[in-house]
């Protein structure tokens, strides 16, 4: 074709021979580090366990106990009209309680609304974390006492927050890692995407941890993704991914422990996705026998971490049966405790509506908090009416 | 003997319904939205659609707010008429770049060469016991927003009529349904529903000459309750349910307070930047010379929707509503 190749040598500026290959293209990333193993990690039954510290394994196996204990006291609480809702961690307090465990004092947790029981293994008080759904106020306490961001409702949006303030951290020069936590179907919002972007980009010092529960509500994890897994999407942000078994409470530790390890270091943002599932309804208020099968819970509650990791640390000698009943009793008195707290009626006052909206009241709710208190003076003046 | 089966119906069996009609008759309606397939929707109005109609008809979504309505926007392109669910108000804002970037100006931009057909159903409003996020009366946002349509039914008959026609429209519209009024009943026959009004219609509920209350959606309860009340006090109140916030009917509202001279407006919105403002503002416009008093609104404080322990301290209720009669200047009358 003689007649092309004149016409290329009539382009301006055209080389006087052939068009060139581009400059040599290569990955900004070499992508093979960042892969996730083939298989969730798993530590309990390895020579993993034989290497750990003793004390770290019956921490959390009392962490596990009590977790569990707090789960049920929670869901009782709902049907005693204590709380408004409870979205239960049931069969997932393996990667709750880790996720507690591995955060230093300085570090930041962003828990979900499913997530109280991380809150709590962190030091909150269990009344604390479940105001939001008792439904008094809308977060229980005070963000900055331990380092704990509201629990937030509004799927994967508190993700950017955690990258926005692990980055402030390195900013200011403060050795600090905020850990993330979101759900298999809040991997689909457009915040998580973006999330994982930013921490990637600034190489912020920050740990998403996604617990894949199977399902997001009603639907599962097939709907939501057709990545080979959730770990799998870390690769296309240039972050690596990690598989863990989220029911193996000693490899989701590990797991995160080695992300934090990475963040301290300078090295980045790490996706951890522990596969577990939600052994309870998405909440008290949801029917889940519309869409799965008891079979399928039947089996993953023969995966149950408690029961894992008792089995484990007994065959191993690290616990004995005044273990496991101290464990018991230790949760049996933290629940009733739990119990009575939640049964007495907490104290509002409906003024608090008004008062933290600004910094500075406007006149605007200066004048509408005056009407609701007359409002108040003039039922209470009436006697034991309700204000309608 | 036939006679036609009427027996109580909710709001939600009436949703249902209407999307079930639509389908059955209209092949190019699809239903996308979470939780909408299997478990029928949280509040069950898309309860059975996917067995009869099959996954490609409605469809459970990744969960995404943002993706659902602007792979709707595709599909209405293409000539689907997509009915899309939001799982709660709040819920629905990560869709905003979508429904106020593309679903409302699509029409405008093109000169009316890509009318997009789109139904977003949104339960919104509060009194459920809600914890933040699932109570927000959030029209004010959509009603600022020139290309949408914005209708909330308040009524069992008006669920199903309005959401026909909101499917029917080639323009997109806003649905908003009370969700607190989902199981409120009424004698209504899914055979025989009543016949399907064009969108944009207020409607007098309640005959009075003392003054109008003017309402939608949730408040309108309270109205009818309020106006009950106000019998004891000598008020003959007439009410006036809206239905459709855009397009307004200026018509049937001025229409009413020019009868009886005076107006509160209620809802459930916050007070300030909300929909009463317009409202009074509009009436006032046109009806300034029948007018005894100052348009009046009882309205959501401007807060932070509340908890669950407190929103019944927000929420306007009967005696709001009697408050803001009895300040309607009747001195001036006597
Ligand atoms: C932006 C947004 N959309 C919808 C919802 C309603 N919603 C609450 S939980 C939930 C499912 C979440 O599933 P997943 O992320 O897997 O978390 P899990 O509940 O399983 O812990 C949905 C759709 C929400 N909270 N936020
Ligand atoms: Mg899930």
């Known amino acids: 074709m003689k007649k092309s190749s004149t016409s290329v040598q009539e382009l301006p500026g055209a080389a006087a021979d052939r068009p060139v290959p581009p400059p040599a293209w290569q990955p900004r990333t070499d992508p093979a580090p960042l892969l996730p193993d083939p298989a969730p990690y798993r530590a309990l039954g390895t020579d993993a366990v034989a290497a750990a510290d003793p004390g770290l394994l019956l921490r959390l196996y009392g962490e596990l106990v009590r977790g569990r204990r707090y789960n049920a006291q929670a869901t009782a609480l709902t049907k005693q009209g204590r709380l408004a809702v409870y979205p239960s961690s049931t069969g997932q307090e393996a990667c709750e309680v880790a996720a507690a465990l591995v955060l230093r004092e300085q570090d930041w947790l962003f828990p979900s609304y499913r997530d109280t029981l991380a809150a709590v293994a962190r030091g909150l008080d269990p009344v604390q974390a479940l105001t939001l759904l008792r439904g008094d106020w809308h977060t229980g306490y005070d963000p900055y006492e331990h380092r704990i961001a509201p629990l937030s409702t509004p799927l994967a949006t508190q993700l950017p927050h955690a990258v926005g303030l692990a980055h402030a951290a390195r900013l200011k020069g403060d050795d600090v890692v905020a850990l993330a936590m979101v759900g298999d179907g809040g991997t689909s919002e457009g915040d998580f995407h973006e999330a994982l972007n930013f921490a990637a980009v600034w190489q912020a010092p920050v740990v998403f941890l996604v617990q894949n529960n199977g399902f997001a509500i009603s639907v599962p994890l097939a709907k939501q993704t057709a990545a080979p897994s959730l770990a799998h999407k870390a690769v296309g942000y240039g972050m690596p991914g990690r598989l863990v078994d989220g029911n193996d409470a000693l490899a989701v530790y590990t797991v995160l422990r080695d992300a934090f390890t990475r963040a301290v270091r300078g090295e980045g943002p790490t996706l951890i996705e522990a596969v577990t599932y939600r052994i309870e309804a998405h909440t008290n208020a949801d029917d889940a026998t519309r869409y799965r099968s008891g079979g399928e819970v039947e089996t993953w509650r023969a995966h149950d971490p408690i029961r894992l990791l008792e089995h484990e640390l007994t065959e191993r000698g690290i616990l004995d049966e005044d273990g496991v009943r101290e464990a018991a009793e230790a949760a049996e008195t933290m629940a009733a405790r739990l119990r009575d707290r939640m049964n007495a009626e907490p104290v509002l006052d409906p003024m608090d509506l008004f008062t933290h909206v600004y910094a500075d009241q406007t006149s605007q709710l200066r004048e509408q908090a005056e009407q609701l208190r007359a409002e108040l003076a003039a039922a209470a003046g009436e006697g034991p009416g309700e204000v309608r | ?334």
């Open chain 2, 1 to 334: 003997m036939t006679t036609v089966a009427v027996k109580p119906a909710t709001m939600a069996q009436a949703l249902q319904r209407a999307l079930r009609d639509a389908m059955a008759e209209d092949p190019s309606v699809h239903v996308l939205g979470e939780d909408v397939g299997t478990l029928g929707g949280v509040f069950r109005i898309t309860d059975g659609l996917a067995a009869e109609f099959g996954d490609d008809r409605c469809t459970d979504t990744p969960l995404a707010e943002a993706g659902i309505l602007g792979t709707a926007v595709g599909m209405a392109m293409y000539g689907l008429r997509p009915v899309v669910e939001m799982q709660f108000d709040a819920f629905a804002y990560p869709s905003f770049e979508q429904l106020i970037s593309h679903v409302a100006k699509m029409r405008n931009r093109t000169r009316g060469a890509m009318p997009l057909p789109i139904t977003v159903r949104v339960p919104y409003g509060g009194g459920i016991g809600g914890v933040e996020h699932h109570s927000d009366s959030s029209e004010a946002y959509y009603m600022a927003t020139p290309g949408l349509h914005v209708v909330t039914p308040a009524t069992v008959d008006d669920a199903y009529g309005l959401l026909r026609a909101a499917i029917a429209s080639d323009d997109p519209v806003v649905f908003l349904e009370p969700k607190r009024l989902y199981w409120s009943k009424a004698s209504w026959s899914p055979d025989d529903p009543a016949p399907v009004e064009p969108i944009g219609r207020a409607v007098v509920r309640r005959r009075g000459n003392s003054a109008t209350l003017i309402t939608y959606g949730p408040s309108l309860p309270v109205c009818l309750e309020a106006a009950e009340a106000a019998r004891a006090e000598g008020w003959d109140l007439e009410v006036v349910d809206l239905r459709s916030l855009v397009p307004f009917d200026d018509a049937t509202v001025a229409d009413s307070v020019r009868r009886t001279g005076r107006a509160v407006v209620v809802h459930e919105s916050t007070g300030f930047g909300g929909p009463g403002g317009e409202i009074a503002a509009r009436v006032t416009e046109r009806c300034f010379h029948h007018l005894e008093a100052p348009v009046l609104r009882v309205a959501g404080f401007d807060i932070p929707y509340p908890p669950p322990m407190l929103e019944r301290h927000h929420l306007p209720g009967v005696d709001r509503v009697l408050d803001a009669v009895a300040r309607l200047q009747w001195e001036a009358e006597s």
